[in-house]
Each structure stands twice: as C-alpha cells, then as structure tokens.
C-alpha cells in the first residue's frame, strides 16, 4: 500500500510530539509515600529520609543483668520510685502497679527539679495490645533540658524512618543498633548527657552530647545535637539556662514508666 507524503509528514509530527510528550508523562508519575525532607542535616542525611539504612537489630542484655545497675546511686535524684508524681509540676498521668502512664492529651510530664550535664537512668514499656504503626506506635520520648529528645518508640516488627527509631537523637542522629525488647517488656535507658555550654552572648561554646545505653547495649556514642530537637527541620541552637527540668512526652501512646532517678555529673570546661 502506499501511503500519501501528506499522511507521512503527520505520522511525523506525531512521532516527534510522542517523544515529546514522554518526559512529562514520566515526570508527572506519583511521588513517593513519605518524600524525603528538603531538610539537610549537617552530616548530609535529609531529616527523616525514609531511605535512609534503618538501625540493625542487637539482642538486648537479659533483664537479670541490668537489674543491680538499676539501683539509684548515692546522691541520685529520685524521679519516681512506684508510689507517686510529686516529683513532677503537673502529674496528671496515671499511677498504677508501681509505675505510671501517659495519659493521652494530658500533656507532657515535666520534672519539678531543673538538670543540667546528668546520668539519667529510666525504664518503659510499650503498650498492649499494640496498636498503630510507624511512629504511630508506643511514641514517646524524654526531653534532656526540655529541649532535647532521645526517642522512645516501639520498633518491634515496627519500621520507621532511621532517625526517629528508639534510642535516636530525634531527627538528627539514628540509633546504632535497635535494640528494643517487645512490647509489654521493660526496657532500660541510661542516658549521659552533656549540657551545651553558650558564651555570656548566648554565642554556642559547646554542642550538647549524649551517650544512650539501651538494655545494655550502647546506641549512641557521645553523640553531639545539631541544635534543640525538632520535626522536619534541621536542628538549631537557642541559647537557654545551664539547667532545666526533664520532660517526658505525651505522644498520645499509653507508654508507661517506673524507676527514674538523675544524677547530676559536673559540667566540664570549655574546651
Ligand atoms: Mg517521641
């Protein structure tokens, strides 16, 4: 069959508006599920980036082995002992069993007590049945100097993205390991924390640090905040008094607690 010059030079013109086209058909696919922040962290790692390496799973040391270092030390502060809230401002979440409870939309739990460089030791439990996933599931988290968040998250069987899993620095640096037990269990935090030191100015002389044990294994090694804990952005510094009180959050997720005490460590020079 032949075919008309005319016809050809249309089958042209539409080939070429084909090629044309095809870019925009692939540029205009769907975005992904949870697109990664615009928000870069100073080690190069947009907040957040689901595509980011998720922590590995380390076995959590038996429960017989952490108990005797659960013990408060002389000269601890003692945060709640099983019997009640009057270590804290507004202790409006349930007592029960020896520990207590978020109670959801009752807000944050703050301490009465203002610290600042400590070791702060404290055990939680996710809650049961489970319910929710991702960060949707057993969130909470304490608050270093009300400013600075070491997550808590039920990450059994629950991923998320890498820099908000249990032990991370929230939105800044992800845990080393994840090594949470399941949910309904105990899990043990002790925490040492360098309170930031800022110039009379308010200028930073030194970023705040954290080393994070999670039942016994280390999950973060004196890890330095980029800046007070925040959410899809990247973390700055304000300047603020060289101590203030811990804060436990209210994420909506019963979480419950028991067996908190800080001892307060000295403040080390500037460097
Ligand atoms: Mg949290």
Redesign the pocket.
């Known amino acids: 069959m032949r075919i008309p010059l005319s016809h050809l030079a249309t089958l042209a013109s539409l080939l070429a508006l084909a090629s044309w086209l095809a870019p925009i058909a692939s540029a205009a696919e769907p975005a992904p599920a949870t697109p990664p922040s615009p928000a870069i962290n100073p080690d190069g790692w947009p907040v957040h980036d689901p595509a980011r390496p998720v922590p590995p799973l380390a076995t959590p040391r038996p429960a017989e082995a952490l108990a005797p270092a659960s013990i408060p030390p002389t000269g601890a502060v003692i945060l709640f002992d099983g019997t009640d809230l009057s270590a804290w401002q507004n202790p409006a979440w349930l007592v029960r069993d020896g520990t207590f409870e978020v109670t959801p939309k009752a807000g944050n739990l703050i301490t009465r007590q203002s610290f600042g460089s400590c070791h702060l030791h404290l055990e939680w439990s996710a809650p049961l049945p489970v319910k929710g996933s991702g ?1 949707g599931r057993g ?3 304490v608050f270093l100097m009300d400013r600075y ?1 070491i ?3 039920d990450n059994h069987d629950n991923p998320t993205y890498a820099d ?1 899993y249990v032990g991370a620095v ?1 939105g800044q640096h992800p845990p080393l390991a994840n090594a949470v037990r399941p949910p309904g269990e105990w899990n043990t935090y002790d925490i040492f924390f360098h309170a930031p030191l800022f110039s009379a100015e308010g200028k930073l002389r030194e970023p705040a640090a954290v080393t994070v044990v999670l039942n016994g294994v280390v999950v973060q090694n004196n890890a330095e905040f980029y800046g007070l804990s925040t959410w899809k952005k990247v973390a700055v510094y304000s300047a603020h008094p060289p101590a203030a009180p811990l804060r436990l ?1 209210d ?1 909506g997720d019963r979480v419950r607690f028991r067996n908190i005490w800080v001892v307060p460590t000295p403040e080390l020079p500037a460097k």
Do not use: D, K, P
């Open positions: 960060q969130n909470s988290g968040e997550q808590i998250l908000g929230y959050q994420h």
